[in-house]
């Protein structure tokens, strides 16, 4: 099978079946850079080695959940941390990221600059390693993924976006300029951020591209030269498939990949998919082999 270096897919289908209660939500730690203020939550691992890797979570516009206890559980599992950051209000009031939504071109643009800071403050406050830094979103946060790949590829050490899109702004304006590890998981059936993409702007965010084409994008400037593909029955429904694609041996060794959720709505997708485990081993591969 080609799924994910180090483990099969029965084992990360297992992991599902022998998982425990979370901790719940710390209390909120405050970033002040330049003139400006942010807030951020951190799960620590009881016994988290100093140097451990780093996993900041994006959360979608103006989602209340942002604290994810499948991924929490996986931090438990191989000792990593995660930083779960605020977006800023829009217009609207509604926290998120900026990437490009009507009521967002009055917020900061520069994210960039946020992320930047929060690592350097994190990773310095607990003792994290500032190399083995990553990135993973859902919606809002996952189009911040895709974001950064074309405007700051190397703040992260690679990305997984959940639900996320690139914008046609960005698309046509911007231009991948290094290769980037990067993941997509994504339902074909989702309504809110589309999987055919949406030109027309129907769904009011903005135009945006299909995400075979988003993801495509990102291979084509890896110089990834082959393509794989496996499918799998969805956890909740064996009759809906899940079709995972990579795209691979790229000069850089810095493979793309992406899971197509078949009939999935705008979700997590945790009730078909161990999407926490995925997204880390998907990350792991990238650290050294004695981080692993």
Same mark, same amino acid.
């Given at each position: 099978?080609?799924?994910?270096?180090?483990?099969?897919?029965?084992?990360l289908?297992?992991?599902?079946?022998?998982?425990?209660?979370?901790?719940?939500?710390?209390?909120?730690?405050?970033?002040?850079?330049?003139?400006?203020?942010?807030?951020?939550r951190?799960?620590?691992?009881?016994?988290?080695?100093?140097?451990?890797?780093?996993?900041?979570?994006?959360?979608?516009?103006?989602?209340?959940?942002?604290?994810?206890?499948?991924?929490?559980?996986?931090?438990?599992?191989?000792?990593?941390?995660?930083?779960?950051?605020?977006?800023?209000?829009?217009?609207?009031?509604?926290?998120?990221?900026?990437?490009?939504?009507?009521?967002?071109?009055h917020?900061?643009?520069?994210?960039?600059?946020?992320?930047?800071?929060?690592?350097?403050?994190? &990773?310095?406050?607990?003792?994290?390693? *500032?190399? /083995?830094? #990553?990135? %993973?979103?859902? +919606?809002?946060? @996952?189009?911040? &993924?895709?974001?950064?790949?074309?405007? *700051?590829? /190397?703040? #992260?050490? %690679?990305?997984? +976006?959940?639900? @996320?899109l690139?914008?046609?702004?960005?698309?046509?304006e *911007?231009?991948?300029?290094?290769?980037?590890?990067?993941?997509?998981?994504?339902?074909?059936?989702?309504?809110?951020?589309?999987?055919?993409?949406d030109?027309?702007?129907?769904?009011?965010?903005?135009?945006?591209?299909?995400?075979?084409?988003?993801?495509?994008?990102?291979?084509?400037?890896?110089?990834?030269?082959?393509?794989?593909m496996?499918?799998?029955?969805?956890?909740?429904?064996?009759?809906?498939?899940?079709?995972?694609t990579?795209?691979?041996?790229?000069?850089?060794?810095?493979?793309?990949?992406?899971?197509?959720?078949?009939?999935?709505?705008?979700?997590?997708?945790?009730?078909?998919?161990?999407?926490?485990?995925?997204i880390?081993?998907?990350?792991?591969?990238?650290?050294?082999?004695?981080?692993?």
């Amino acid at each position: 099978m080609n799924i994910l270096r180090n483990i099969s897919l029965a084992a990360l289908f297992a992991v599902c079946g022998c998982i425990s209660a979370a901790a719940q939500p710390a209390e909120k730690q405050t970033l002040v850079y330049g003139d400006t203020t942010r807030t951020y939550r951190m799960y620590l691992p009881q016994g988290i080695r100093q140097g451990a890797p780093l996993v900041v979570y994006t959360h979608g516009y103006g989602d209340k959940h942002r604290w994810l206890d499948d991924l929490n559980r996986v931090a438990d599992k191989y000792g990593f941390a995660i930083c779960y950051p605020d977006g800023a209000p829009d217009d609207l009031g509604v926290e998120g990221w900026f990437v490009g939504y009507p009521p967002q071109w009055h917020m900061p643009k520069n994210e960039e600059d946020f992320f930047e800071a929060l690592l350097d403050e994190v &990773c310095k406050k607990y003792n994290l390693s *500032r190399s /083995e830094v #990553f990135m %993973a979103g859902m +919606s809002n946060g @996952g189009d911040l &993924c895709y974001q950064l790949a074309y405007t *700051r590829p /190397e703040l #992260f050490k %690679a990305y997984a +976006s959940v639900a @996320g899109l690139t914008f046609e702004w960005m698309y046509n304006e *911007r231009h991948l300029t290094e290769p980037v590890h990067f993941l997509e998981i994504h339902g074909n059936a989702d309504t809110v951020s589309m999987w055919q993409g949406d030109y027309e702007n129907t769904g009011g965010w903005g135009a945006y591209i299909p995400v075979p084409l988003a993801v495509s994008a990102i291979a084509a400037n890896n110089r990834c030269t082959s393509m794989s593909m496996e499918t799998f029955p969805a956890l909740s429904d064996s009759s809906r498939m899940v079709i995972h694609t990579t795209y691979g041996n790229a000069p850089s060794g810095k493979d793309v990949e992406v899971y197509e959720v078949q009939g999935a709505p705008h979700c997590w997708h945790e009730k078909d998919l161990p999407t926490a485990e995925i997204i880390w081993q998907f990350f792991r591969k990238t650290l050294t082999p004695e981080e692993r």
